[in-house]
């Protein structure tokens, strides 16, 4: 079936009706890839704004809200990073390159503006694609995009053997509290992940925001003292109440050590003291997301009963 009247509208700022839309596109997508088409900071985007400079971009068909595209132009040096979703019902109807089409103009637009270096083509675009699904590898493709970066999802058992936790000597470990260890941890957190493309950059009120979450839990929030200086974190979560569409699961979500204290144990100390508590918590499986280039810490992940179960992508322009 054709559809008339297609169109893309950009827009800086959503009304609540759109961000409602947006979502429930979001959720019927979830339900039927089986799993989340945006990520974690696109989602907090959507509910609270915060993105100085992101643009939105929902896609029209005969006035049905038929896809929506997130183009995050923040990063100068990587170039902007940008998500798309269409609804299950308009795929393979060329509504993906549609949408895509109109994220690539903006971005190179972006680009002219500020003066920015630019591929052949004229854009520097880098898009994450998760679950790695083959509609969106055959979008890619038919666009020019290069596959540049993978992060794995890891899982394991919570029914199997969990090691005891071995903090290194001298190390005390507490719970976050919250107005207390903000910025310590976002000091640790910008060191131990100094050279992360995403992580590394957090600020205060991107922890705020996480703070405000309905599954932020501040006795799931280890932090490791060596005297009165943080030493290392590790953050759980729980999660899939929420439209992620699977069972309550735990996730190892950020564990970081300081530079100073690499090389003690204390990453694999938190990792388990965080595995144990999930397991309290009777979770039956727990997740993970690391780089593939990431070998050290896939090892270590592995050496604790994970697996690959799932791998997210990343494409970006052929130069």
Do not use: C
Request: hydrophobic share 40%.
């Amino acid at each position: 079936m054709r559809i008339m009247n297609a169109h893309v509208v950009i827009r800086e700022q959503l009304s609540d009706d759109e961000v409602t839309s947006v979502l429930s596109l979001v959720a019927e997508a979830t339900e039927s890839d089986g799993v989340r088409p945006l990520n974690e900071h696109v989602m907090l985007h959507l509910r609270y704004g915060g993105d100085t400079g992101a643009k939105s971009f929902l896609l029209y068909a005969d006035e049905s809200l038929a896809g929506f595209a997130h183009l995050d132009p923040t990063d100068p040096v990587a170039g902007p990073s940008g998500e798309l979703v269409i609804t299950p019902a308009y795929r393979r109807r060329g509504f993906g390159r549609r949408l895509l089409d109109a994220v690539l103009t903006e971005s190179i637009r972006n680009a002219a503006e500020k003066d920015l270096p630019a591929f052949p083509g004229g854009g520097r675009l880098r898009l994450w694609a998760h679950g790695d699904h083959p509609g969106a590898s055959r979008l890619a493709a038919s666009a020019g995009f290069a596959r540049v970066r993978s992060l794995w999802q890891m899982r394991r058992s919570l029914f199997a053997p969990l090691p005891s936790a071995v903090v290194p000597e001298g190390v005390q470990v507490r719970t976050f509290a919250p107005g207390q260890d903000e910025a310590a941890w976002i000091a640790v957190n910008g060191r131990a992940f100094a050279h992360h493309p995403e992580q590394g950059a957090w600020t205060l009120d991107d922890l705020d925001q996480r703070e405000k979450e309905p599954w932020f839990d501040p006795s799931g929030f280890f932090l490791a003292f060596r005297e009165s200086r943080l030493a290392g974190f590790h953050w759980t979560k729980v999660h899939g109440a929420d439209g992620h569409g699977h069972d309550a699961i735990g996730e190892v979500y950020v564990v970081g050590v300081d530079p100073s204290e690499q090389g003690t144990g204390l990453g694999k100390a938190l990792t388990l003291a965080g595995l144990a508590h999930l397991r309290a918590r009777g979770l039956s499986q727990v997740m993970l997301y690391v780089d593939e280039e990431n070998q050290a810490a896939i090892r270590l992940y592995e050496s604790l009963g994970f697996s690959r179960w799932d791998t997210d992508v990343m494409y970006a322009e052929r130069a």
